[in-house]
């Protein structure tokens, strides 16, 4: 099992559209997870950190389920600016970040 | 000024030369890694570091070294370059605590 293991879509929405993104891992001892943006051919950046239960911000929503080791991001009211591709990336202990292959998102008119 | 800043960008070279990806960074972290990235593979760990004495292997580290030559210098060698390596490059950052990574803009590395 891959450590942390990613659909890597395309998921095409139209504009306006709810998504959701999981992500699982093997790690059961991963204490730090987050969820990164990447343009195409650009860096990554951090869009949300998930630490307990899951957070929130604007259109954002990040959850954690522990017991099932994945988290998921849902975007609500879809942006064409939104596309982009999300990489789920988890906290190996206190050493490393391993990050996943990553979900292409691509909004459309 | 970038955070962290890589050069070259962009290089092509021939298989069998030796080159080096360079990066630095303004943040104070102690930490920072190189990642390279395939499409379909995402980002996959070649070396890290926690401090200049201390170099960690990644998952992918064969036919890679570094050298990281003060807190804000960590560089990439290739020694004897092959197609294979062709890549995006990125050299991130991150606190102790790794509350967050910081990367580079990349470099985009050709080998032919």
């Known amino acids: 099992r891959k450590e942390v293991e990613q659909d890597p879509g395309p998921f095409n929405v139209p504009e306006g559209a709810t998504v959701a993104f999981n992500c699982t891992y093997s790690?059961?001892?991963?204490?730090?997870f987050f969820w990164y943006r990447q343009d195409c051919r650009k860096e990554p950046k951090l869009l949300m950190s998930?630490?307990?239960s899951g957070n929130e911000d604007g259109r954002f929503t990040a959850q954690l389920n522990r017991a099932s080791q994945y988290i998921s991001l849902l975007i609500r009211d879809s942006k064409l600016s939104d596309s982009a591709t999300y990489l789920c990336?988890?906290?190996?202990?206190?050493?490393?970040?391993?990050f996943g292959t990553g979900t292409r998102l691509q909004v459309f008119p | 000024d970038a955070d962290v800043t890589q050069t070259p960008r962009n290089r092509i070279t021939k298989t069998g030369k030796r080159i080096m990806l360079e990066c630095s960074q303004t943040?104070?972290?102690?930490?920072m890694y190189w990642y390279r990235q395939d499409p379909g593979l995402g980002l996959r760990l070649i070396y890290y570091?926690?401090?200049?004495?201390?170099?960690n292997k990644g998952e992918i580290s064969d036919g890679y070294s570094v050298s990281r030559q003060a807190q804000a210098k960590f560089s990439l060698s290739l020694e004897s370059a092959i197609p294979n390596q062709t890549a995006l490059y990125f050299c991130?950052?991150?606190?102790?605590?790794?509350?967050?990574?910081?990367f580079g803009q990349g470099t985009r590395l050709t080998v032919v």
């Open positions: 998930v630490y307990s």
């Open positions: 790690n059961s001892a991963s204490q730090s």
């Open positions: 991130a950052t991150s606190d102790y605590l790794n509350t967050e990574a910081f």
């Open positions: 990336v988890v906290n190996w202990g206190t050493d490393k970040l391993i």
């Open positions: 943040k104070g972290h102690d930490r």
């Open positions: 570091s926690f401090d200049v004495k201390d170099i």
